[in-house]
C-alpha cells in the first residue's frame, strides 16, 4: 500500500485548537459576535443579499476612517494586500516615492514600491522614533515626490506617528500622502479627510477584532486622479481598481468571487464599533495601554516607545539584560497560553510586543499577561 492511500485510510485527529489568548501584534482574538457571524449561511458574491452587505461596510468604513471618500473598500486579502493595492495603483514606473523609514514595514513600502517600479528615496529614524513634521517638510521640499508613504502606527516599534499638517504640505507640494493604518483603524484618533490623507490602507485582524483576510482601503479624489490619468495598466490585475471599481461602484459588475463570509465578519467587526462610538472606542484603548504601563513598570519592566509617541494599541516592552526574550514568550504560551510578540528586525531580542486592540483590550487581559511575566520573570 502506498504511503498517500495509508494517509488516506488513516485519517487525521479533528481539529482542537487551544483557548489562546492573542495579545501580540496580530491577530488579536475576534470578537464573539464577529465569530457567529462568520458561521452565517453563504449567499452568492451577486446576491442582493450580500451587495446590500457590501453597501453597508462600505459605509461603515467611512465612519471609521472618518471620510467621505467614495472609494472605500475591504479588499479580498490581508493587510499586505491592501498595501500592495495601494502601491500597485498609484505608483507608475519612473515616479519619485519617499518613504519615512522607521521599523519593519517601512521597510516593506520601500520594497514594494521598488517593484512597481518607483525611484524610492528613503528617509530614516532610529526604530523607537517618530518623524518630527520639519523632517518631513524637509524631505518633501528636497525631493518633489509624486508620493509620500508613512507609517501611522509602526506594529514593529510601537510608535505613533503624528501625521496632521502632513497632508497640507503633501498638497503644497502636489505630491500624494499614503498612510499604512494597519494597526491604528479603530484603536486610536484618525482623520482621513481632516488630516487630508490621499490614500491609506488597513487589516482586519487588529483593532476592528475580525480575522486576517479582508482589508480596508480608501482613495481620496486626488488619488483617483493619478490612478485614472496611469499611462498604463496597473502592473497586478487582482488589485487593479480600475476593475474593482466596477464590481464595489453601482456597476457591480463581476470581477473575483468576494470571500463572502469574511465579508460578513467583517461587518459584525464594524458593527461593533459603530455601538461603542469611535471616541469611547479611542477612550478604551489609551486607558488600558496605560494600564498595561502601570502594570509592568510595577513588576520591573519598562515601556521601549515614549510616552508622547507611544501607541496605545501596540505597546512594546524592553526585554531587560541577560534575559533571553524568546523564552519568555515561549513559556507564556506554553504554561498560560498566552501570545505576546517578539522583536523585528532591529528589534529582534531586544522588546516584546503587547497588543492591546479592540476586543481585546481589556483590563482583565491586561491584569493576566503582566501577572503572567511576574511569575515567569521574577519567580
Not at 35 to 52: I, K, S, T, Y
Not at 264 to 281: D, M, N, P, T
Request: with cysteine; hydrophobic share 40%.
Amino acid at each position: 500500500m502506498s504511503k498517500v492511500s495509508e494517509a488516506h485510510r488513516t485519517g487525521f485527529p479533528q481539529l482542537n485548537i487551544p483557548p489562546r489568548l492573542l495579545l501580540g501584534p496580530g491577530p488579536s482574538n475576534a470578537h464573539p459576535r464577529v465569530l457567529q457571524a462568520l458561521g452565517m449561511r453563504q449567499v452568492g458574491h451577486l446576491d442582493p443579499q450580500f451587495l446590500e452587505i457590501m453597501n453597508r461596510n462600505q459605509e461603515m468604513i467611512r465612519y471609521v476612517w472618518q471620510t467621505e471618500n467614495k472609494m472605500c473598500i475591504p479588499v479580498s486579502g490581508t493587510g499586505s494586500a491592501a498595501m500592495e493595492a495601494a502601491f500597485a495603483n498609484l505608483v507608475e514606473p519612473g515616479d519619485r516615492v519617499v518613504v519615512a523609514v522607521k521599523g519593519y514595514f517601512g521597510l516593506r513600502m520601500v520594497d514594494m514600491a521598488e517593484r512597481y517600479g518607483a525611484r524610492v528615496i528613503r528617509i530614516s529614524k532610529p526604530w523607537g522614533e517618530a518623524f518630527s513634521f520639519s523632517e518631513i517638510s524637509g524631505a518633501v521640499q528636497e525631493h518633489r515626490p509624486a508620493i509620500f508613504a508613512i507609517v501611522h502606527a509602526e506594529t514593529s516599534t510601537g510608535v505613533l506617528q503624528e501625521l496632521s499638517g502632513v497632508g497640507d504640505l503633501c498638497r503644497e507640494n502636489d505630491c500624494l500622502l499614503l498612510a499604512d493604518t494597519v494597526t491604528s483603524m479603530g484603536g486610536v484618533p484618525l482623520f482621513i479627510d481632516d488630516w487630508k490623507i490621499d490614500a491609506a490602507y488597513s487589516g482586519s485582524q487588529k483593532c476592528l477584532s475580525c480575522p486576517p483576510g479582508i482589508s480596508p482601503l480608501t482613495f481620496g479624489s486626488r488619488a483617483m486622479e493619478k490612478i485614472g490619468s496611469r499611462q498604463g495598466k496597473v502592473k497586478n490585475w487582482y488589485l487593479d481598481m480600475s476593475l474593482l471599481g466596477n464590481y464595489w461602484g453601482k456597476e457591480r459588475s463581476y470581477h473575483h468571487t468576494a470571500p463572502i463570509n469574511m465579508n460578513y465578519g467583517l461587518y459584525e467587526a464594524l458593527r461593533l464599533v459603530e455601538e461603542e462610538g469611535l471616541e469611547k472606542r479611542w477612550e478604551r484603548h489609551h486607558e488600558n495601554a496605560y494600564l498595561l504601563v502601570s502594570e509592568l513598570r510595577r513588576i520591573g519592566l519598562e515601556p521601549y516607545a515614549p510616552g508622547d509617541i507611544r501607541l496605545p494599541s501596540l505597546i512594546t516592552v524592553a526585554v531587560p539584560e541577560g534575559v533571553d526574550a524568546r523564552q519568555v514568550t515561549s513559556a507564556l504560551l506554553n504554561k498560560y497560553n498566552i501570545e505576546i510578540g517578539n522583536g523585528l528586525g532591529e528589534l529582534a531580542g531586544k522588546v516584546w510586543r503587547i497588543g492591546l486592540m479592540g476586543f481585546n483590550s481589556r483590563p482583565e487581559n491586561v491584569v493576566m499577561v503582566a501577572s503572567a511575566l511576574d511569575r515567569i520573570l521574577n519567580g
